[in-house]
């Protein structure tokens, strides 16, 4: 394949994964007291780029989170420690934030 096509791809295929794990706890900061963000909210934010907010979109290599067969324990495991290309958010989500977006997720399954 010609390297100027590929350049171009590569690129583009960079900021993407960027893109997927660059929200930050900021903006989770800057949300109203009296409405701190839900599991949809923070799923919205974080997780919605590649996934889709009904978990169905599968933006670089992303799973369909409507049909998954992963236990609650397994769901907050990957979304802790991150899987393949998607990024760990231990470090930007609290753990109280990370099982809502657990609960979201699992209710996305059909």
């Not at 007291?33 to 919605?48: E, R, S």
């Not at 609650?72 to 495991?77: G, H, Q, V």
Request: glycine share 8%; proline share 3%; net charge positive.
């Amino acid at each position: 394949m010609d390297m100027m096509r590929i350049i171009p791809f590569l690129w583009s295929a960079s900021l993407l994964v960027i893109a997927c794990g660059s929200a930050s706890t900021t903006e989770i900061a800057a949300a109203p007291v009296d409405k701190a963000p839900n599991g949809k909210d923070l799923f919205g934010m974080h997780c919605a780029l590649c996934h889709g907010r009904d978990g169905k979109l599968g933006m670089s290599g992303a799973k369909d989170l409507s049909v998954s067969a992963l236990s609650r324990e397994e769901m907050i495991a990957i979304i802790s420690n991150g899987k393949g290309s998607m990024m760990a958010y231990r470090n930007v989500l609290t753990s109280k934030q990370i099982e809502l977006v657990t609960e979201h997720v699992r209710s996305l399954h059909r």
